[in-house]
């Protein structure tokens, strides 16, 4: 049986929209993938990372999959190289990239993530799966993830906070009091 996931797409170096639009088309003709919609792309500054780089467009896709989350992750950074990335040679994280393709959420699924009641913040060794964690672990800080994950999933809830990608953004976008 098929999972829903949310795939996160950004790009800052090249010709951007190219790169996007490769990734999505890249991604819709994996085996055991169907492209199921897309959101806009925003345009954003970067976050972290080097001073001067260039600004993002980012996009999220959901997908029907048959594929493992590992799988799928390594299906992403095989595009990501397709796509002229070279993980191995970034320096720093954060850094100007061609392509970054990034697992939001996975079904319900929560992997590498602790419990939410544990008070250490190393997973229990049988549920990693090394450079994967579902869900994101910084998505509901980052306005340029949620915004077009809202605008295709809004009533989608995370499954750790418990709470909609919908009210993750109003509260990300509400000042502090």
């Known amino acids: 049986m ?28 994996l085996p055991g993938v169907t492209l199921v919609s897309q959101s806009p792309t925003y345009e954003t500054d970067p976050v972290g990372g080097p001073a001067g780089q260039g600004r993002f467009l980012n996009s999220v896709a959901a997908v029907n999959t048959d594929l493992s989350p590992k799988q799928l992750l ?5 595009i990501e190289a397709d796509h ?24 319900n699924q929560i992997i590498n993530h602790p419990e939410p009641s544990c008070d250490t913040l190393k997973p229990h060794p049988s549920s990693l799966t090394p450079n994967l964690t579902i869900p994101h672990p910084r998505m509901h800080h980052r306005d340029f993830v949620l915004r077009p994950l809202c605008h ?17 953004l109003i509260e990300l976008e509400t000042p502090a009091k």
């Open 84 to 107: 002229g990335r070279d993980r191995k040679a970034e320096t720093q994280r954060c850094a100007p990239r061609t392509l970054d393709l990034d697992i939001l959420l996975f079904g």
């Open 74 to 78: 390594e299906s992403l950074h095989q």
């Open 152 to 168: 295709i999933a809004p009533d989608v809830v995370h499954p750790i906070l418990k709470r909609t990608i919908r009210e993750l």
């Open 2 to 29: 098929a999972t829903q996931a949310y795939i996160a797409l950004g790009s800052n170096q090249g010709d951007r929209q190219a790169h996007l639009a490769g990734a999505l088309a890249d991604l819709g003709s």
